[in-house]
């Protein structure tokens, strides 16, 4: 079985305005601790002995993996491959801020197998990125893409976040040029979403900054589809864009329900029947860890329905669609019915397009997905 390793490192130089992520300030002592901890997870994993598992896509997110000092990196690698069997192409990627890169660090990530690299720019606008509380400068976007490239990484990815407060229809154009000027293999674009719990939505609320008009940004996200694709990036998720062959290998796995085993605080796991979670408390996670005890907070096994349910809402977000033959002949549910029904029922909305029995999301149902994700869940 080839899976997935998902590893959380919750430490930032500054917490963004808009993040919701379990992130802390990095200290040295603590980040120690910490990488004490997700070694000992990883060498204290027992899962099914008799699947087999075989590691094919290796992630580092966060915070801001880039903070960690690149031998903590390998250390981390070093215990995944004592326990797990990492295959030599597997993909291990390393989310990035600007301006925390340097070319030795580079460097050593590369000669412990890194050899992806996701670049949180989010704008290319001072003004925009002041605005949601980022501490890089535009100019150290390009900085860090010109210094990854030097330093032989060829698959780097770029953020975008669509909707920032006083986003203009110009700006965002300005910020897609810009992307693509510097030639990425991966463009992920997420329009701004603010949680309740983050002072963005706070600020938003009590009206001391004002974002974009919901359907100019519906308009723009549209237009970068089109701007992408002439520029080589095709579309293969509702927020995804990359070159032939650069899609990224782990988060493919998400949408596909693929096994991914994943470790440190507040990490998420699916190892195809069941869904688990650690605690989302730092300190709660050392101490379990350093005792010997499990870190996992909560575990559901899924039900024939919920499996379906998943299918359905996280298959859709795929360019791709779903095969509802297929889905058919494989699923022994009561529910099929109910969601073929709601997907003609759709279809006839103008939000679902049918291929042969090959089912997928318009441009305009990409803009309602959530609206169309909301009847398949339980």
């Known amino acids: 079985m080839r899976i997935g390793i998902y590893i959380h490192v919750p430490f930032c130089r500054a917490k963004c305005d808009y ?3 379990v992130s802390v300030p990095i200290e040295e002592t603590l ?6 901890a997700i070694v000992h997870e990883l060498e204290c994993f027992r899962g099914d002995e008799e699947a087999g598992y075989m590691v094919d896509s290796v992630y580092f997110g966060g915070g801001t993996p880039s903070l960690l000092p690149a031998a903590d990196i390998a250390t981390i690698l070093e215990a995944c491959r004592r326990r797990f069997a990492v295959l030599p192409e597997c993909e291990i990627s390393l ?3 600007p301006g925390t890169l340097a070319q030795e660090k580079l460097a050593h990530y590369r000669s412990v197998g890194v050899n992806r690299v996701s670049l949180g720019a989010q704008s290319f ?3 925009e990125l002041a605005e949601i509380g980022r501490i890089h400068a535009a100019k150290q976007i390009v900085e860090s893409a010109d ?9 780097v990815s770029l953020d975008l976040i669509l909707g920032l ?3 203009t229809e110009r700006q965002w154009r300005t910020n897609l040029n810009m992307a693509a000027d510097l030639k990425p293999t991966h463009i992920s674009v997420y329009m701004l979403e603010a949680d309740p719990k983050t002072p963005l939505y706070k600020r938003v609320a009590r009206g001391l900054v004002r974002l974009p008009d919901e359907d100019a940004v519906a308009d723009w996200y549209l237009q970068t589809i089109d701007f992408l694709d002439s520029h080589g990036y095709a579309q293969y998720e509702i927020s995804n864009f990359a070159l032939p062959g650069c899609e990224c290998r782990h988060n493919l796995k998400y949408w596909r329900r693929e096994p991914v085993l994943a470790f440190g605080v507040a990490a998420h796991s699916f ?7 650690n605690v989302s408390n730092l300190g709660s996670y050392m101490r379990c860890v350093e005792a010997g005890r499990t870190a996992v907070e909560w575990c559901e096994p899924l039900t024939s329905e919920q499996c379906l349910a998943e299918t359905m809402f996280l298959g859709l977000r795929l360019n791709q669609g779903l095969d509802w033959a297929q889905i058919r002949r494989a699923r ?14 759709m279809s006839a909305l103008g939000l679902l397009t049918w291929e042969g029995s090959v089912v997928k999301l318009t441009r305009r149902g990409m803009l309602l997905s959530n609206e169309v994700f909301q009847r398949f869940v339980q």
């Open 19 to 21: 993040c919701s992520f």
């Open 165 to 167: 407060p006083g986003q």
């Open 95 to 97: 989310e990035a801020n």
């Open 147 to 155: 210094l990854l490239r030097a330093c032989g990484f060829r698959d």
């Open 332 to 345: 022994e549910t009561g529910r099929i019915a109910d969601c073929e029904s709601s997907l003609r029922d």
């Open 125 to 127: 606008s001072d003004r």
């Open 271 to 277: 190892d195809g029947s069941s869904r688990y979670a």
């Open 31 to 36: 980040a120690g601790r910490y990488l004490r």
